[in-house]
């Protein structure tokens, strides 16, 4: 990832005013050293803030370092964090900083953070507590409104009857649940809704879903759609915690169940049970019966009506708060 951002960023930032680096850390390593040689301004900006450093929240570990579990400072966690990192991505990083004549950088975290890193995500979906280490620009989700119409097929399935329950777990592949799409099916009906599966990315096999009788009239597959008018449309979502996926859910006034696979996403889950517009499954691995459980604390009542309380107080004007920062940082940067 670093080297295709030297070949590649290097060409297309040319003549540019800002470079704007979004995170996966190693990528957004070297975007950054591509703007350090070009000479040009840039802002660090993440999707989550658990890659932030604060007192009030652990990083996550990489595959491969996990943390030592008897440490509980977060601060020491972040210094055990920063060399993890380092150890990582700083060599490939300063071999492609040297290719270009830039000097090495000693702590590629800290490098990538900067001084006022920008957090774009839902200030009541992901509040940065204070007092923390880091000045945040907290700037709002960035969300580009969708207007493509839901298919005509889709539109009529919805008006026939009551909401459906939507499944689906993004680029997940959900590993050691094989018969994940048959539970999920068969949790949602046993809240007494129809289904509404997307396979997505994480390849969930429809025919994995069929019952012992193969009825599949309350089962319906939807592939690539606007979500933002679907998710207003279902009685809530199951999915993985996709960081765009928790957004458009709660905007959209949709109960939601989280089943957390890595990273910041257990994080999420979290947020989505204390805020009271969903529940987070226990684990990873879904059954029907666990997630039965977990739709069963989505569909209350009391949980679509807290969801309804939180939509109405979900920004949606981070995009533009964005882009009026960067226009301001272009023009000082001439």
């Known amino acids: ?61 990489y595959p491969g370092r996990p943390f030592p579990p008897e440490v509980r400072d977060n601060r020491v966690l972040r210094e055990l964090d920063s060399e993890s990192i380092d150890v990582l991505f700083g060599e490939a990083l300063n071999t492609s900083r040297a290719g270009v004549g830039l000097p090495p950088v000693v702590n590629v975290r800290d490098y990538v953070v900067g001084e006022r890193p920008w957090l774009a995500t839902d200030p009541v979906l992901d509040p940065w507590r204070v007092p923390a280490d880091l000045d945040v620009v907290h700037t709002g989700a960035w969300v580009l409104p969708d207007e493509r119409p839901l298919p005509a097929g889709l539109t009529a399935l919805l008006d026939a009857g009551t ?42 096999d429809l025919d994995d879903s069929r019952d012992d009788r193969g009825d599949r009239d309350d089962l319906f597959v939807v592939d690539e759609v606007n979500h933002q008018a679907l998710f207003a449309r279902v009685a809530a979502v199951v999915h993985h915690r996709g960081a765009g996926t928790t957004t458009t859910a709660a905007r959209a006034s949709a109960p939601q169940v989280v089943v957390p696979q890595s990273a910041d996403q257990p994080y999420w889950a979290d947020r989505v049970a204390e805020l ?20 069963a604390t989505a569909l209350a009542p009391g949980t679509r009506a807290r969801a309804a309380a939180v939509a109405g107080t979900v920004r949606t004007d981070g995009a533009t708060v964005a882009a009026e920062l960067l226009l301001a940082t272009a023009a000082t940067s001439r």
Request: hydrophobic share 50%; with cysteine.
């Open 276 to 295: 009271g517009i969903g529940a987070a499954h226990d684990g990873p691995v879904p059954d029907a019966a666990s997630l039965s459980a977990a739709l």
């Open 163 to 204: 909401p459906p329950v939507y499944v689906g777990f993004g680029s997940m592949p959900l590993h050691g649940a094989a018969d994940a799409g048959r539970g999920a099916v068969e949790a949602v009906r046993a809240q007494g809704h129809r289904v509404l599966f997307s396979r997505g990315w994480a390849g969930l």
């Open 1 to 61: 990832m670093i080297a295709a951002q030297f070949d590649v960023v290097m060409a297309a930032a040319e003549g540019c005013d800002v470079l704007v680096a979004t995170w996966m850390m190693p990528a957004a390593a070297g975007a950054l050293s591509i703007a350090e040689r070009r000479g040009i301004r840039s802002v660090s900006v993440t999707f989550q803030q658990l890659t932030l450093p604060s007192p009030h929240h652990p990083p996550p570990a």
